[in-house]
DNA sequence: ATGGTGGGTAGCCCA
């Protein structure tokens, strides 16, 4: 059994603390870290070590974007996709060793798209929806047990935010990104392990926007972080969390973990 | 209907 986690960290420097937390408290065997905002150079490996994630596999750039993938088991990164084609670090894939061999993780933060819905008016709307496209077909390849996870920034079912009918054309829970997204899924069959274990219309969120004076206060939240498994895998997979409690840390991210249990 | 907050980093971009 391994466990695996995924968090959009907002800056792994700022929040190393956080972090350190978080990895005492649960443990997981792998951190799949999003938006991590530091260049692989000033990463900080050390602190990660020193509580037992000695590998890691860091596609980082200056100030923006950025992933990590850390493990307390040996990984291979085998791969850097820039389905933007804008030069953005938004992906990092692995294969796990030792107790992990087998496995491939793949690490991604898809655009967030920017504020308007409408590739004609906003550019990083198109930007968004065409990194979803280039993904799907980059899955036709897939040929292993692979999970797919990371801050995917659409909530794709009714309940997987706080107003359906209000976000309708909010970026991130409009019918086209869900129809994309939903592509995707479709065309390699990944399972919503989430929606797997916590089946809708269950409330399930992973985001509250720092905008809100109490982020409890009437529950704004939006399921804007997944792990997917491919089919062969999806039936190992043991259980799964939401880590609720970070959103209430000093100095918190404004998303919260979530980890998975696959029996290998 | 709007602006609200937060992070990186040097006058804004991004979420």
Same mark, same amino acid.
């Given at each position: 059994?391994?466990? !695996?986690?995924?968090?959009? !960290? ?15 408290? $649960? ?49 291979? =990164?085998?791969?850097?996709?820039? %389905? ?30 920017? *504020? ?28 292993r047990p692979t999970l797919i996870?990371?801050?995917?920034? !659409?909530?794709?079912?009714?309940? *997987? ?17 869900? =129809? ?15 929606? $797997? ?9 992973? %985001? %509250? ?5 109490? %982020?409890?206060?009437? *529950? ?22 939401? !880590? =609720? ?5 000093? $100095? ?5 973990p979530l980890i998975t249990e696959?029996?290998?």
């Amino acid at each position: 059994m391994i466990s !695996i986690a995924t968090w959009n !960290i907002n800056s792994v420097r700022l929040r190393m603390p956080q972090v350190e937390r978080f990895l005492r408290e $649960q443990a997981p065997d792998v951190l799949c870290l999003q938006e991590i905002k530091t260049i692989e150079g000033l990463f900080p490996y050390e602190a990660f070590a020193a509580l037992g994630y000695g590998h890691h596999a860091v596609h980082g750039q200056k100030g923006y974007h950025g992933v990590a993938t850390v493990s307390r088991m040996p990984l291979r =990164e085998f791969s850097r996709n820039d %389905w933007q084609d804008n030069g953005e670090a938004r992906h990092v894939g692995v294969e796990l060793l030792g107790a992990g061999q087998g496995l491939v993780v793949e690490n991604v933060y898809v655009p967030a798209g920017g *504020d308007i819905p409408d590739r004609e008016l906003n550019t990083k709307f198109g930007q968004k929806l065409d990194f979803l496209e280039r993904m799907t077909r980059w899955a036709d390849n897939i040929d292993r047990p692979t999970l797919i996870t990371g801050d995917f920034n !659409i909530a794709p079912l009714e309940s *997987d935010v706080w107003n359906h009918k209000g976000l309708l054309k909010v970026v991130s829970h409009t019918p086209l990104e869900v =129809e994309t997204l939903a592509r995707f899924q479709q065309a390699h069959g990944w399972v919503d392990l989430g929606r $797997q274990h916590v089946p809708a219309p269950e409330r399930y969120y992973s %985001w %509250w926007s720092y905008r809100a004076k109490d %982020w409890r206060e009437g *529950d704004r939240g939006r399921r804007l972080d997944h792990m997917w498994a491919s089919p062969e895998l999806a039936p190992q997979t043991r259980s799964h969390r939401v !880590i =609720e409690e970070t959103r209430d840390w000093v $100095q918190c991210s404004d998303h919260v973990p979530l980890i998975t249990e696959i029996d290998l």
